[in-house]
């Protein structure tokens, strides 16, 4: 313990003492000896991590906040991607096509697929697929990660956490790609696939992409993460022969706007 702490002594001390107090935002500056020291901490407990800038101006958007707060991410490892699947929407306001959701859990990405739809140029409706079993069987090439039923949920969860969009989705409750069908005669223009496995990964990709209307974007939330191969696959796999780039944000995920 006397040694950790003196090694976090050390990292702390070789800090430069200005740079970062020039950089960060009021909030933090007042406490600027303690975010130095956190960083030190980080360098030594979980040299592997990478902070990120405290100075960004969206970490102090209030709306955002308190989204954040009200689905209990304020400090959770996904404000990176939340903030994101914000643009992401706003690029498709002017796209017309409903919305689909395929691995919802309790509503956080849906909640701002549907707030945003309210403000598109064209009518949208919100389908949103999930077993609320929780996840399918993994396979082999999903690696050691996952259980079957893992991130299990309600229906009533989730309709709790979207009842302001009432009229503006439907659900279906089942292992994809079972109720695909019902939907085979839209359009779209904004697809969320967050279902962490291969199968259901490539599954949906398949039926949704050729649904997608020209500048319609698809996101694979679990794209690039070391604990969804399977998912990265399935991506990669259906997209080899396809005209679009992939985009790969800093933040994990992948966006494919299609052409
Ligand atoms: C990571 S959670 C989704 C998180 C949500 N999109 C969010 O951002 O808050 C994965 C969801 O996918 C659902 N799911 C996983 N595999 C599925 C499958 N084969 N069929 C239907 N739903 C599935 C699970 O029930 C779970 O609710």
Redesign the pocket.
């Known amino acids: 313990m006397k040694d950790v702490l003196a090694k976090i002594k050390k990292e702390f001390l070789k800090l430069p003492k200005e740079i970062y107090k020039h950089y960060l935002p009021d909030k933090i500056e007042n406490s600027y000896h303690q975010f130095r020291w956190l960083l030190a901490f980080g360098k030594v407990v979980c040299p592997e991590y990478r902070f990120h800038w405290p100075q960004l101006d969206w970490w102090y958007n209030q709306e955002f906040t308190d989204y954040l707060v009200r689905f209990n991410e304020e400090h959770s490892m996904n404000t990176f991607k939340r903030w994101n699947l914000l643009q992401y929407l706003k690029q498709v306001t002017t796209v017309e096509g409903d919305t689909v959701?395929c691995?919802?859990?309790?509503?956080?990405?849906s909640f701002l697929i549907l707030k945003r739809n309210l403000q598109s140029s064209y009518p949208k409706k919100h389908f949103i697929?999930?077993?609320?079993?929780?996840?399918?069987e993994p396979e082999e090439v999903d690696g050691d990660h996952w259980s079957k039923n893992d991130?299990?949920?309600t229906e009533q969860e989730l309709v709790k956490n979207i009842k302001e969009f009432e009229g503006g989705y439907k659900m279906f409750k089942g292992?994809?790609p079972t109720h695909f069908e019902k939907v085979a005669k839209k359009k779209f223009s904004f697809l969320?696939i967050?279902?962490?496995?291969y199968?259901?990964t490539f599954d949906s990709i398949v039926f949704f992409y050729p649904r997608m209307n020209s500048g319609g974007i698809i996101i694979c939330?679990d794209y690039g993460f070391s604990a969804c191969p399977g998912a990265t696959k399935a991506i990669d796999e259906f997209m080899h022969d396809k005209p679009e780039e992939l985009f790969l944000p800093a933040s994990g995920t992948c966006v494919i706007v299609k052409k």
């Open positions: 959701e691995g919802s859990y309790t509503g956080a990405s697929f999930d077993s609320f079993e929780g996840l399918s991130l299990v949920t292992w994809i969320h967050d279902v962490d496995l199968q259901p939330d």
